[in-house]
């Protein structure tokens, strides 16, 4: 009876440490990645669409991002996209693609980005302990009607808090790494 309500839990945590990595990929770092623009949109035939639905985005070396649509009458809707994001970066446009050079971080922007990491990763943090909390109720719901015993609840209090702890430690890796990443000159 505990098994799939941890087994739900664990899926929903795994769902945090996944919405971390693909938030954290979109912070700037001194290097050029697609990931930067991935949460632009552009305002395409009047529906707001994601910039890599409409162009390729590739990076050309540690500080060049190549942006080149598909449609070429979409350039300027990319660009006007991409300086409403405040990002940061000044598009240029030669007529068939953009470039985004990525200028180096100063040290107190790298600080400045290093607390954001921190914030998002407390922020996912206590989405995991809502779900261990939201899972703990459920267990006791089951103890309550008299679907397990108390040792089983005491059991699957256990296993839960292991959970927990586990992908709080995977948060706080990716955090890390992200961390050094940005640190790195």
Not at 13 to 32: D, I, P, Q, Y
Not at 109 to 134: A, G, M, W
């Amino acid at each position: 009876m505990i098994d799939p309500v941890i087994a739900k839990a664990e899926e929903k945590m795994k769902g945090s440490v996944e919405a971390m990595k693909r938030e954290l990929a979109g912070v700037r770092t001194g290097r050029a990645s697609p990931a930067l623009v991935e949460h632009v949109k552009i305002d395409y035939n009047g529906t707001p669409t994601p910039i890599n639905h409409i162009a390729s985005v590739s990076a050309s070396g540690t500080n060049l991002l190549i942006i080149q649509p598909w449609d070429p009458s979409s350039l300027h809707l990319i660009e006007k996209g991409i300086l409403k994001a405040n990002l940061s970066l000044t598009p240029n446009n030669d007529g068939r693609v953009i470039r985004l050079a990525i200028p180096p971080l100063s040290e107190e922007r790298r600080q400045e980005l290093v607390r954001l990491v921190k914030k998002i990763t407390e922020e996912q943090k206590v989405i995991v302990r809502n779900i261990r909390r939201d899972a703990n109720e459920s267990i006791k719901k089951l103890e309550k009607d008299k679907e397990i015993s108390q040792d089983d609840l005491k059991r699957g209090e256990a296993k839960l808090q292991k959970l927990t702890d586990a992908y709080v430690a995977q948060l706080d890796q990716v955090a890390a790494a992200k961390e050094t990443e940005l640190k790195q000159v």
